[in-house]
């Protein structure tokens, strides 16, 4: 637990000194002569700043949202694949029409029920 702490915080941290360099950049670009046009330039770069921040982090949550759920999927997968073998495929002789017919079945079943829940 420590140490997933530890690399959110130190990633966190790496992605705050890149946006507070930019930030102060923008924010300070002290020119001895600086026109309307800069000041302008300026306030569209913080605009964009601040827009790739929260593209940033909306994205990280997508991305994370996506991977937890294929995480799941998979891990169910696998024991789906395990409780199978050890029903019939790792018995000798037991690959026989029954066992296709109960995987398609048990393919179809949760299809159905997705189906009927909406």
Known sequence: MGQIIFIIWRESVEALLVVG???AWLANNN?????????????????????GVAFGLLAALLIGAALLAATAIAR???????????????????????????????FILPFATFYILQ
């Open 21 to 23: 360099i930019l930030y």
């Open 31 to 51: 020119n001895a002569i600086q026109t309307a046009n800069d000041i302008k330039s300026n306030k569209k770069g913080m605009m964009y700043l601040w827009a």
């Open 76 to 106: 169910e997968g696998s024991e789906t694949v395990i409780f199978l073998y050890g029903l019939g495929i790792g018995q000798p002789g037991a690959l026989t029409s029954q066992l296709f017919a109960a995987i398609g079945i048990g």
